[in-house]
């Protein structure tokens, strides 16, 4: 028995060694990847319920891998976040996603997620500021999505830098709305401008009374803060036609496109007049 009790170790120790090799050579691949520029911007359409309007993307990180393909943000921001290394993440794609978007149609706002981790970094804001000013994508056209109770961290920190941004006419969301991370404490930490229901209670609308009613709350809930209220996940029609008649503000999703690279983007806004 207690040779087999060895082996089993000796058999656990080789497959932890091996998960934690593929997640150094994934952290090794990463840290090139960055200067490389193999970390790019893809955009998902956001639009006006009522009107149907395409009123911006949202900025999402995708990793262009040489051999592997398109590699999804869940599988490598983890990484970024433990190893410090979404700092300059974020940075390259906002600058790569500003840099195109200056030239789109003036109407047309770029939102883009923050970790909680870059919240403690004091100059946050003024980097931003920088590369909104060298790239010459108005501040006004900037909105900041931010999740997590990671925010009381240093709430002070986190307050100021979303103060400095607000100056400047960027909009903040809180992201997530719902999930264990994003609650309604939060809604009174910051000055939020937008709330955005996680995408879980809206997929199962259809099917779920449950997720339609706490999707209704959170519209009401919004209403009475004078908060408008983002759906995210919309994958068919049907939920497109609810969360109108709910009175939510705006909403992305499959329904109305997966996400975009530069060129599909660019094509779509020729299409549509808005380039
Ligand atoms: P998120 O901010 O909640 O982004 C929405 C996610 O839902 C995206 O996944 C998007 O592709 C996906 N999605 C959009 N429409 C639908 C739909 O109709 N149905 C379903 N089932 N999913 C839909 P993605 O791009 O894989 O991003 C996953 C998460 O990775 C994001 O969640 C965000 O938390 C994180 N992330 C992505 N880019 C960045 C980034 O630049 N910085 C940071 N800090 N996090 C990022
Ligand atoms: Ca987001
Ligand atoms: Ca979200
Ligand atoms: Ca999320």
Redesign the pocket.
Known sequence: AKKAGRNRFTWFDHSMERELKARNDLENGLRSAIPRGEIV??F?QQVDLESGRLEGF?????WDHPTRGLI???VF?PI??ETGL?AD??LS?MRQAFTVARDWDDSLRLA????P??LRDAWLAQKIIKLLTETGFPARRLEI?I?ESALFENLELAQSIIGNLKNQGTTVAL??FGTGYSSLAHLRALPFDRI?I??SF??SMNESPDSAAIVTAIARLGESLNLPVTA????DEALDIRLREIGCARA????YG??LSVIGARRLLAEKGLL
Not at 58 to 62: F, G, I, P, S, T
């Open positions: 911007p893809y998902e949202e900025v999402l990180a995708r999804l943000p869940e921001i970024a976040e979404i993440l974020s794609l883009v997620n923050i970790s981790w870059q999505e999740t992201d997530d955005k996680d995408k809206v997929t995210e996940g919309v994958e992305q999703g499959w329904f997966k996400p």
